[in-house]
Each structure stands twice: as structure tokens, then as C-alpha cells.
């Protein structure tokens, strides 16, 4: 495993980030393919055992219980080497005063921590005003409740007037940028990402692998959630003949390299800046290949070749 480090924050993390959405109850009714607390902690273990150490959930995620079963696996595990992150905003009151008050307490309480290395806001609140936000979450560390602070999927000049409004405020800012973005999606090329080059923000990607559509020749599978991800039918699969072309690069590629294919789509990232995609397993297999990815250098034709067939994209995320 390689490492680096998170913006400016100082805090180390690893160049995977495991993502904890495939951890929780499916009663919950927000997935249907979850892993109990028992097949959770075999995941969370195979990654420490690979070197991972940087963990992504939220408190929407299963309800809650993506975040127990995560402390669950976690038990014994020296807090101090791990990264933990968590997401505020799909809650009551999104990004409020109270709600970020509220809702910090719930999610290290269901983590069983004292503190976040990193809360990251789920999305931007139009309804909330900035100023009184990033002074909420400002305060979370000032109390040592949080150790740094990171957004997810928002326009890109949201995220400026929010990093601006912390400058002006002396608040803290954000050091960490959760996006979506894959070879099927690079909409966030155009403004987003390059302000957060220019901010010294890190990018962790989401869904780095487009819910597995880059990871395989096949657009579907009949696996459980293949049938079951409304989220990912939505994102993907009504541009399928734009975007299959990209998936065919994807595997000569991979065949060239003798690699899979997501070790091909995750070298891309790590070559296009990404400090670390987040990568969600129900198998240990798909952690031992994704680790494999930080070993493959592309050369600049394979990067074009990748890159050539995609077509814009209508927004999916910053919504």
C-alpha cells in the first residue's frame, strides 16, 4: 500500500479508501445487498491486512448501521491507525447549526470514537446560509470532534464560495473533495477539480469504478445488486451506448497490461491526481485486485486512448 497525505491536514491516508456503503441492515430498506456485522468485520480486517487504513461511511448510510458495523469490525483496532470519515447532510435539516450538532453526536456514538479525522458534507444546502454552516462545522474542531473537514458532489463554484467564506471567517477549510468521478463521468474536469488542484484539496472519488460497469465487459450482471441499485441504473445506465466505447478501452488496456480491468480504471485515477478513490467490497478478491492498481504506470497514448470516446454528460451528483 501507498500513502499520502490528506490536503494539508497532516494526517495520513491511504491511496484506497475503503467505502462503507456496502456495510449495514437491509431492513434499513436503502440496499438490499448489505453484509452483516460478521461479513463486514472480515472485509474491514482484509483491508487492514492490505494496508488500507482510511474508512469512509455516513450517517445515512443503512440507517445508521453502516457506521455500528464499521465499530464493530473495528473493536481492538488501535483508533490511531485508522482514518475515519463520516458525511453529514441527508438528515433533518441538512446542513444547519442544529442539524450538524445533532447529527455529529449520532455518528460518533455509533462509531464508538471520540472524534472524526474527517466530516464530510454530503452535498451543498441551498437552504442553509454558508456562513452559518462552515462556522458549525469550524466549531466541531475547535472541540475536538473532528479532526479535518471534507464536501462531496456540489458545483464547483459552491465549493469556492464555501472555502472562500472559511478564508474570510478564519474558519477551517476543507481538505478533502468526494466526487463522482470515473472514465463514464468526467463532468467535474471542467470546474470542480480544477479549483481543488488550485486549493490543495485531495480528491476521493466515489464510485471510481462506475458500480462496476468498468470493471467488467458486461454493462449488467444478475447479481444481487447489479438488479437492486436504483442509484446506479439512474447514474449509468441510460448512456450505455455512449459509453460502452470506453469500457472496450478499458479491457484492451487491461489485456495489454495483463492486469483486470480495475486495476486499468483505478490506474487512471491515480494518474490523474486522485490522492485516493474510494473502492466499496463485499469480497475479499475485489480488494486484493484493487490493490494491485498502484502498480500500474499508464503511458500518455493509453491515457488518450481512455479518455477519447467520452461524450458530455448530463450532472449527476451536485444536485
Given at each position: 500500500?501507498?500513502?499520502?497525505?490528506?490536503?494539508n491536514?497532516?494526517?495520513?491516508?491511504?491511496?484506497?479508501?475503503?467505502g462503507?456503503?456496502?456495510?449495514?441492515?437491509?431492513?434499513?430498506?436503502?440496499?438490499?445487498?448489505?453484509?452483516?456485522?460478521?461479513?463486514?468485520?472480515?472485509?474491514?480486517?482484509?483491508?487492514?491486512?492490505?494496508?488500507?487504513?482510511?474508512f469512509?461511511?455516513?450517517?445515512?448510510?443503512?440507517?445508521?448501521?453502516?457506521?455500528?458495523?464499521?465499530?464493530?469490525?473495528?473493536?481492538?483496532?488501535?483508533?490511531?491507525?485508522?482514518?475515519?470519515?463520516?458525511?453529514?447532510?441527508?438528515?433533518?435539516?441538512?446542513?444547519?447549526?442544529?442539524?450538524?450538532?445533532?447529527?455529529?453526536?449520532?455518528?460518533?456514538?455509533?462509531?464508538?470514537?471520540?472524534?472524526?479525522?474527517?466530516?464530510?458534507?454530503?452535498?451543498?444546502?441551498k437552504?442553509t446560509?454558508?456562513?452559518?454552516?462552515?462556522?458549525?462545522?469550524?466549531?466541531?474542531?475547535?472541540?475536538?470532534?473532528?479532526?479535518?473537514?471534507g464536501?462531496?458532489?456540489?458545483?464547483g463554484?459552491?465549493?469556492?464560495?464555501?472555502?472562500?467564506?472559511?478564508?474570510?471567517?478564519?474558519?477551517?477549510?476543507?481538505?478533502?473533495?468526494?466526487?463522482?468521478?470515473?472514465?463514464?463521468?468526467?463532468?467535474?474536469?471542467?470546474?470542480?477539480?480544477?479549483?481543488?488542484?488550485?486549493?490543495?484539496?485531495?480528491?476521493?472519488?466515489?464510485?471510481?469504478?462506475?458500480?462496476?460497469?468498468?470493471?467488467?465487459?458486461?454493462?449488467?450482471?444478475?447479481?444481487?445488486?447489479?438488479?437492486?441499485?436504483?442509484?446506479?441504473h439512474?447514474?449509468?445506465d441510460?448512456?450505455?451506448?455512449?459509453?460502452?466505447?470506453?469500457v472496450?478501452?478499458?479491457?484492451?488496456?487491461?489485456?495489454?497490461?495483463?492486469?483486470?480491468?480495475?486495476?486499468?480504471?483505478?490506474a487512471?485515477?491515480?494518474?490523474?491526481?486522485?490522492?485516493?478513490?474510494?473502492i466499496?467490497?463485499?469480497?475479499?478478491?475485489?480488494?486484493?485486485?484493487?490493490?494491485?492498481?498502484?502498480?500500474?504506470?499508464?503511458?500518455?497514448?493509453?491515457?488518450?486512448?481512455?479518455?477519447?470516446?467520452?461524450v458530455?454528460?448530463?450532472?449527476?451528483?451536485?444536485?
Amino acid at each position: 500500500m501507498k500513502y499520502t497525505e490528506l490536503g494539508n491536514s497532516g494526517i495520513e491516508i491511504s491511496r484506497l479508501c475503503l467505502g462503507c456503503m456496502s456495510f449495514g441492515d437491509p431492513a434499513s430498506q436503502m440496499h438490499a445487498w448489505t453484509l452483516n456485522p460478521k461479513e463486514t468485520s472480515t472485509i474491514v480486517h482484509h483491508a487492514l491486512d492490505l494496508g488500507i487504513s482510511f474508512f469512509d461511511t455516513a450517517n445515512s448510510y443503512s440507517a445508521g448501521t453502516s457506521e455500528e458495523y464499521l465499530a464493530y469490525a473495528l473493536r481492538g483496532v488501535p483508533r490511531d491507525s485508522v482514518v475515519l470519515a463520516s458525511k453529514v447532510y441527508f438528515n433533518d435539516g441538512h446542513l444547519s447549526k442544529e442539524a450538524i450538532n445533532r447529527e455529529i453526536e449520532g455518528t460518533l456514538k455509533r462509531l464508538n470514537t471520540d472524534y472524526l479525522d474527517l466530516y464530510i458534507i454530503h452535498r451543498f444546502d441551498k437552504e442553509t446560509p454558508i456562513e452559518e454552516t462552515m462556522e458549525a462545522l469550524d466549531q466541531l474542531v475547535k472541540q475536538g470532534k473532528v479532526r479535518a473537514l471534507g464536501a462531496s458532489a456540489m458545483y464547483g463554484y459552491q465549493f469556492h464560495n464555501m472555502q472562500i467564506c472559511a478564508r474570510d471567517h478564519g474558519f477551517t477549510p476543507f481538505v478533502s473533495m468526494q466526487d463522482h468521478y470515473n472514465l463514464l463521468y468526467r463532468e467535474d474536469e471542467r470546474e470542480l477539480i480544477p479549483i481543488i488542484r488550485q486549493m490543495n484539496v485531495s480528491q476521493t472519488p466515489y464510485s471510481p469504478l462506475a458500480a462496476g460497469r468498468l470493471s467488467r465487459m458486461e454493462w449488467m450482471t444478475n447479481t444481487l445488486r447489479s438488479e437492486t441499485d436504483k442509484t446506479a441504473h439512474m447514474k449509468y445506465d441510460s448512456t450505455e451506448k455512449d459509453d460502452y466505447p470506453i469500457v472496450q478501452r478499458v479491457n484492451e488496456i487491461a489485456e495489454a497490461h495483463g492486469a483486470t480491468m480495475t486495476q486499468i480504471s483505478l490506474a487512471w485515477q491515480y494518474a490523474k491526481g486522485v490522492a485516493a478513490p474510494i473502492i466499496g467490497a463485499t469480497k475479499l478478491n475485489y480488494l486484493d485486485d484493487a490493490c494491485k492498481a498502484l502498480e500500474i504506470t499508464l503511458s500518455e497514448e493509453e491515457i488518450k486512448s481512455l479518455e477519447e470516446p467520452y461524450v458530455p454528460h448530463r450532472i449527476v451528483g451536485a444536485l
